[in-house]
């Protein structure tokens, strides 16, 4: 069967994958949008690979903090989708992470072309639009997100099918009357790629954090994190008597936040951009605890996958979450650190970090009990084999 993965993001479960559907005998597509700045995946194909990794949105670098011209920029990549599906000709195609303008464009066109596709549900947009208005956004976009609800509900309908990356999203498939079509399948991050190294690695060598204790975020920042909580629990830690440094992998307008706060309150501060892929589990490695970032209004409808990363990658983890969210009951069932996400949590989350700092055995045991969680829930077989399934049910 001819199969396109679209992942806007370009992440590297999701790529994964496609690397094992195509290693199953199918014809796959993978692809994603070249103008999302975060972390990659692995998207080049291997000399015994038959996949094919292509990009919609070349030469557009999305306007993150500009609302009216990310709309006719999510707009215009509907309409680049819809070319690139067209181009592809597939028997089914799975979507992930899609922006909802562009993916009503998609949804329309495959109604008229009668080309079925399968939803990968990763977040509810239009709940997380709603929670930020008249916090970080303005009260208005109680509007647009009453508009982006109907949007986001109507392309549900028009699905073949819908993955869902956790329970609590099958209330809000049940309000739109989609329930029965949804899977939920939990994310998972690549274990064989995503590995545990030394903490003293040629990574950490080159940016002088071999002898440094570092408490390290790597991944997108947006609305819904509050960065400047990065700053906080660090400045705490230090106050506790634990040298420590912040390290931030980031791009984006993020970054300046961060470098301000850390220059107010003396927070020694190392801002990296996004590192190569196959960097990763050195960098990752780097960290002496490894940070998630999730702001309430998020609540249960989006799951950090960096969280997944980090188990892979066998690190203490702290969590600054809600409580509901799924990630934080991983992070919590390996013994790591879960906080709100909160001024008012911080100095529990900073004595939290600073008693682990000052404990290397307590830090070794607790990453090789997210390691090995890792290993149980991330078995890629299970997860494709669900995959297949639904795919190909929904394939014509």
């Known amino acids: 069967m001819r199969m396109l993965v679209h992942d806007f993001s370009g992440h590297p479960f999701q790529v994964q994958l496609s690397r094992e559907l195509s290693r199953r005998g ?170 545990p190294r030394e903490r003293k690695n040629d990574w950490s060598v080159e940016h002088r954090l071999d002898d440094t204790l570092t408490l390290l975020y790597s991944g997108t920042l947006g609305l819904k994190h509050d960065p400047a909580l990065l700053v906080s629990v660090a400045r705490r830690v230090r106050e506790a008597g634990r040298d420590v440094r912040l390290v931030v992998v980031n791009e984006g307008p993020a970054v300046e936040v961060i470098r301000a706060e850390a220059a107010r309150h003396d927070v020694p501060v190392t801002l990296l951009p996004f590192q190569p892929y196959e960097r990763l589990p050195e960098v990752l490695a780097s960290g002496d605890v490894l940070v998630v970032l999730l702001d309430q209004q998020a609540g249960a409808f989006s799951v950090p996958s960096k969280t997944l990363s980090y188990l892979c990658a066998g690190r203490p983890i702290l ?21 709100a996400p909160a001024e008012t949590a911080m100095d529990d989350a900073a004595t939290w970090v600073a008693e682990l700092l000052g404990d290397p055995e307590r830090r070794e045991r607790i990453g090789a009990d997210a390691r090995a969680l890792a290993e149980r829930e991330f078995a890629l077989s299970d997860c494709a084999d669900r995959f297949e399934r639904i795919l190909t049910a929904s394939g014509r």
């Open 26 to 195: 199918h014809d796959v597509v993978h692809s994603s949008c070249a103008g999302y700045v975060s972390g990659k995946g692995h998207l080049v194909a291997g000399p015994d690979e038959s996949l094919t990794f292509e990009t919609v949105g070349d030469g557009v670098v999305l306007a993150k903090d500009q609302f009216l011209k990310r709309l006719l920029q999510e707009v215009r990549l509907g309409f680049e989708l819809v070319r690139h599906v067209r181009r592809v000709r597939p028997d089914v195609a799975l979507m992930s992470n899609v922006q909802i303008p562009t993916l009503t464009i998609f949804a329309l066109a495959m109604m008229v072309t009668r080309t079925p596709w399968v939803l990968w549900h990763q977040d509810v947009y239009s709940v997380a639009m709603r929670s930020f208005a008249g916090a970080k956004l303005s009260r208005s976009f109680r509007y647009v997100a009453g508009g982006v609800a109907v949007a986001e509900r109507w392309c549900s309908r028009r699905s073949s099918a819908v993955v869902a990356i956790a329970d609590s999203f099958v209330e809000v498939h049940r309000q739109w009357g989609t329930a029965d079509k949804v899977t939920v399948i939990p994310n998972w991050a690549p274990l064989d790629e995503i590995v």
């Open 319 to 339: 969590g600054l979450m809600p409580a509901e969210n799924l990630a934080a009951d991983l992070v919590a069932g390996v013994g790591g650190g879960v906080f």
